[in-house]
């Protein structure tokens, strides 16, 4: 397997699960390179993914750096997707095109003191309850928005979430469907700054299911690397 032919066969794989959804969506394909440096990073960008994601500040910036040339030549689009801690916002926000872990209204807030420019975030939801998971549950999200939606410099697009590890597929099927529930629920409340159109779920293990249920951004990462050294 080449990184060319794991990117085929994941397209490939996505143009099928939206083929069998009843959501006609578009869908962003994610590259996570966490795992990877930023030579085979490069390779999957080449093979035609537009959309790159790294889940520390360290990581991402690093990332940034090696692909500068890249990101002016073909239109990266820059995901940051893991937590981020408050005293970090100021180092990387500006680069960022979306953020997918906003998990707290004062996190929120130092976005929107440091930005720039709008950050279009999505808000990580906890549906399953699980304690030691990050982000809002259905009811703090929607709690919050009222404070959420007076930020001008974060525009929350939709909303995140992880299913568990040990999640069976039909599980999984089931948190992202809760979550698809929980967006159109906001999006139709119309908050300014919170169009939450967009669902970000969905990894190696899941992303078909998560596409047949609504997701909008799928979050790739080992499936591009299989067979690679
Ligand atoms: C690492 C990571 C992914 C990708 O996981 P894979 O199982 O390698 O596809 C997706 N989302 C987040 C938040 C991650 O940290």
């Keep these: 397997m080449s990184i060319a032919e794991n990117v085929k066969n994941i397209l490939s794989n996505v143009d099928a699960a939206r083929a069998a959804s009843s959501y006609s969506n578009q869908v962003s394909v994610i590259a996570v390179t966490k795992y990877v440096g930023a030579d085979l ?25 090696a692909l500068k040339d890249l990101t002016l030549s073909s239109n990266l689009t820059w995901h940051l997707i893991g937590s ?23 996190l929120a807030q130092e976005i929107n003191k440091r930005a720039e420019h709008v950050i279009k975030c999505f808000l990580e939801i906890n549906i399953s309850g699980e304690m030691s998971k990050h982000g809002f549950t259905t009811d703090e999200a929607l709690e919050n928005l009222t404070e959420l ?23 999984c099927a089931e948190i992202f469907r809760k979550l698809k529930v929980l967006q159109m629920k906001i999006s139709a409340l119309n908050f300014p700054n919170v169009p939450c159109t967009e669902l970000s779920m969905g990894m190696s293990r899941d992303y ?22």
């Design 41 to 65: 990073a490069r390779e999957v960008l080449e093979a035609g993914i537009s959309h790159i994601a790294e889940n520390r500040t360290e990581l991402f910036l690093e990332k940034y750096d």
């Design 84 to 106: 981020l801690q408050r005293r970090k916002v100021k180092d990387v926000i500006n680069l960022v095109d979306y953020f997918h872990a906003l998990d707290s209204v004062k």
């Design 149 to 171: 939606s007076n930020l001008e410099n974060v525009q929350i697009v939709g909303l995140m979430t992880m299913a568990p590890f040990e999640a069976t597929d039909e599980e």
């Design 208 to 229: 078909q299911v998560a596409i047949h249920e609504g997701a909008t951004f799928v979050r790739i990462g080992h499936e591009f690397f299989r067979g690679i050294e």
